[in-house]
């Protein structure tokens, strides 16, 4: 009989736990603290529980951690991790060591219904939402765990369409029951889904980054198909009811491509459509993907873009490209590992 998995769990669904078995109330916490802190996979190892509630708690629960099935490293120091999920499905986790920081990059969900043109998670489709407990493992058991800084909800997946369980791998994140990070080291990426998009802005303090890649609806519709349903135009009419001038930052992705989006007519269109917004743009460059006719923009092209940007007032940054030699877009390493087991 499969067990529950403790791992993922919030203080207060600890609480339920320990109610439901009899225990003392504050083994919620102790077994936060293992969990959390110490970083056991397994129950055993929870030496200041009794013997009797240890053995209580292995009946219907387990730590329920899964190392990474797979691994491929980058020449410079990029490593992305594979997990399974499930019987046979997998998700990636992408650790980049930069100077004095360390981003692990988090998947949300098996595959993705957005189905952005440029994305190869979007070309698997969608298989499944993760759990709290599949989202922090990527943590739990990522092997350079403890140099962390920061982490980026940017991996496969769209976050705000699995946003329960995503909200409580943030609390576990930023709870002092939990890892006790600010929540300045984690940000969400998104395409941004209307109610998703609001509740996470009122329910966590975490930066907030927009997947943009056009100023123009049409054009956006056609890379986003999201964009018929939620326009970045409302979108940003909703981002302005809200303070980003303070601890929290707010930040539009753009991917630039060669001949579509990288003209001076695309770079005043950003600021026609940001203008009054506290934001910066993170460009970035593009990682071709089989199938797909697009084409990532030179450096004099991004350089010229951004200098435009900058010099009017929007803050705007070229976003290193790191982990070029090992399947760098996000989903090729698990599309790969899915086309192998499916020949096999």
Not at 84 to 107: K, M, Q, W
Not at 142 to 159: F, I, S
Not at 237 to 248: A, G, H, P, T, V
């Amino acid at each position: 009989m499969s067990k529950y998995s403790l791992l993922g769990m919030t203080l207060l669904e600890l609480q339920s736990v320990v109610k439901k078995l009899g225990m003392p109330g504050f083994a919620a916490k102790q077994i936060a603290s293992w969990l959390y802190d110490k970083k056991v996979t397994t129950i055993d190892e929870m030496t200041n529980l009794s013997l009797k509630y240890r053995e209580l708690l292995k009946e219907g629960y387990e730590v329920g951690s899964a190392t990474p099935v797979d691994e491929i490293r980058s020449v410079d120091g990029t490593v992305k991790y594979l997990y399974r999920v499930g019987e046979n499905h997998f998700v990636e986790a992408v650790y980049i060591p930069d100077d004095d920081r360390a981003t692990l990059c988090v998947s949300s969900q098996v595959g993705c219904k957005m189905n952005c043109k440029f994305c190869m998670t979007g070309k698997q489709g969608y298989t499944a939402n993760l759990t709290a407990n599949q989202i922090i493992n990527q943590i739990h058991s990522l092997p350079e765990r403890d140099q962390l800084t920061n982490v980026v909800m940017m991996g496969m997946g769209e976050p705000l369409d699995n946003l329960d369980e995503v909200l409580k791998a943030l609390d576990i994140m930023t709870g002092s029951y939990g890892y006790g990070w600010s929540p300045k080291r984690i940000t969400l990426s998104t395409i941004g889904l209307r109610k998703g998009l609001q509740r996470f802005i009122e329910e966590s303090d975490c930066h907030l980054a927009i997947s943009l890649h056009s100023p123009l609806p049409s054009q956006r519709s056609d890379l986003m198909p999201a964009e018929r349903a939620f326009s970045i135009t409302e979108m940003v009419e909703l981002l302005k009811n809200y303070d980003f001038s303070k601890q929290r930052r707010l930040s539009f992705e753009y991917i630039v491509f060669k001949g579509l989006n990288d003209s001076q007519v695309y770079a005043k269109e950003l600021l026609k459509l940001l203008r009054g917004l506290d934001c910066r743009i993170n460009l970035i460059r593009f990682h071709a993907i089989p199938g797909v006719n697009l084409e990532g923009a030179d450096m004099e092209t991004m350089n010229r873009f951004r200098d435009y940007l900058t010099s009017h007032g929007l803050f705007t940054t070229i976003r290193a490209s790191r982990g070029e030699d090992i399947f760098a877009a996000c989903g090729m390493l698990s599309t790969a590992k899915q086309e192998e087991l499916n020949k096999n």
